[in-house]
């Protein structure tokens, strides 16, 4: 008997240790994203209906498109696979209006992708949240089309009488406007203006322990940034659960700040991440333009992550004690 | 049970049920060995003998002045063929002597006197030597001298020893049948051991996947003042650091050594051959591997001569049941990939692993995400993503010098970004740096 019977040494390899590699994979971490994603989805297609699936299909158009392109142009093959080009495509279409219109849907996922993502290099070099960059863009170019809400299917009875479907506010416009808080099971159930995505708490949040159960993402950020904001609109004497459950804070929470790329790599670095976003929301909220703040409180974090790192590095084992060297 | 352990980690699959269950077989020795004069980390060894020579089983062929090394032995009886070279499972090129087997193991006359001797008659400094002149080195992997870890320097005080029974690694289980099998001789190995170095406490750690192996050791401590801890499954349990930190919540200091907090950590089989050089004063010329994957016809665990080729230990399991992708000298985390089945066993190869296609990682890099896996995985507490970065400059000043290479990093990778390979790079700029500033 010969031992070389069965062994081929054209196909034998000589890599570098270790030989073993986890079976999570980049595409099985996006696909895990997107499933997360699936009932808020739903939720956005129960209450919008076909328009809601058909601005979805323009931005992942749009996203997935520039991810090609953007391929094309620097020779290298489309990465479309990894799925992280739809990601980005989906979290962007829950951001928008129902009333928006395609083209614009596809500008912004085209945006996101192009100028958010490829620019940098590509998946891995983004230093903003490319979602959150394609919605930033839409609502500095197209004002009026970002804020046009309308009310979802079987909405919110109890306002009807007050305001004109057309021009429906959000719950936090209505606070700020109107000085009108919309009732907690509105919210969380998504019977409330505003965009696709952020209306139904309770359809982003089943989706959000599916992604902490498969420890997708860690409890760090949407926790601390979650805590940061209840605390703080205790403080201001505003209603915390309000402003827990309105706007986009659910879907920012766990799907935006936890994006791994704009994100810091160290746990206390996640904390500290989460109490910036929570932070800044609250002061856009109370002080600024903007009735919304979530999208440029992450935005802006995004960009304070090397510095957030610099100042978390674990401690290394067998350093002194406390040493952060 | 109480259950120990350490910050970090991964949990790897283990496959250890393919060979956990095969007694140690005995195999003969081959018609020729390989005896590489460098086994170990330190000096290598002068040839003592030359090409043509007489040398009985456990005649010293190589030996050196220098403290840090360890002499290689005949692990046959026969004639010295020629002093060669050879290359080493790491890809090393290593003078080695070569012998030719008569295939009667004969044994020295003065080592057949030396065969009774107790523990009670030898001091710490004779068990040091007999130790030293047994050639014996750590057989967990990093085939450390195993005398120098007896010889602290003076204002040093170890208080523990350290069996380490985790065996961590995927797929081995040559560690896990020694327990089972000389849980005595390891008793034995631990007492001359505390002698030598002056310890008051002994412990023996071993993962709570092994619970006959963990019996095993209660039943023969049970007249001794020892304890067998038992410590989570996860890996790199058994990393010397990690297992200290998990048994007695102390810290290995950064550049640091075991020997700096008092502490010294020896493998079981280290144990078992530490007995044998004390009381019989038997050279190192024999170890147990376990020759396993899931592309091995037999997996097994086997005793075989230092510097047999591992071709014998693969015949001895029947061959590959199907083409393997990689084949491993080591474990499948820190082992490394061997292309020539005619290289020589050294005293620090637990293992001979043959992963099929389906097992073996050969997936492509993908772009790194960020998503720190590879932070929460290491032991050590660095951040792997940045250790691993192409520009030096910036690699550097992440603590390079503390990374161990246990692979957690590469393991849990969502983008199979080969971490500790350009880790290892990160290293050696930064130990070239070392030594151009002093």
Redesign the interface.
Known sequence: MSVEENLDKSTLTLTSSPHLRSPVTVRRIMTDVLIALLPAVAAALYFFGGQALAIILATLAGAMGAEALAARIRHQPIPLRDGSAAVTGVLLALCLPPTAPLWLAFLGGAFAIGIGKAVFGGLGMNVFNPALVGRAFLVASFPVLMTSWRWPAGAGAWMQQGFDAVATATPLDLLALEGVQTPYVELLLGRVGGSLGETSALALLIGAVYLLVREIIDWRIPVSYIATVAMLAAIMGTDPTFHVLAGGLILGAFFMATDYVSGPVTKRGKLLFGVGCGLLTMLIRQFGGYPEGVTYAILFMNAAVPLIERFTKPRLFGAEVDSNE | MSVKTFAGG?H??YYKELSASSQIEDLPAPQQVIIPLIQHIGAPCQPTVEAGDEVAMGEVVGDTDAFVSAPVHASVSGTVKEIGETALPDGRKVQAIIIESDGEDRISGEAALQQQRTLQSMNADDIRDAVRKAGIVGMGGAAFPTHVKYSPPPETDIDTIILNGCECE?FLTCDHRIMLEEADEIVSGLQAIMKACGAERGLIGIEDNKPDAVEAMREAVRDHPYQVEVLETKYPEGAE?QLI?ALLGR??????LPLDIGVVVNNVATAVAVSRAVKRAEPLTKRVVTVTGD?VKQPKNVRVRVGAPI?QL??AS???????????SGG????????D?DIPITKGTSGI?A?S?Q?????SE????????C??AC?????P?YLAEYDQESALQY?PL?CI?C?SC???????R?L??RI?LTKATAQAEQEDSS
């Open positions: 991964v790897p699959p995927p650091k930190d810290e290995v200091p950064s550049g640091g592309a071709r693969l015949e029947g061959g590959f049941s199907e083409a393997p992708a990689r084949i491993i499948p985390m820190m082992g490394t990939a061997i292309y089945l692993v992963l296609h097992l073996a990682a050969d997936a993908e772009a790194c995400i960020r998503c720190a896996r932070v929460e032991p050590i507490s660095l951040m993503l603590n503390d290479e692979g590469s393991y849990v990778c969502p983008s199979n080969q500790v390979q290892r």
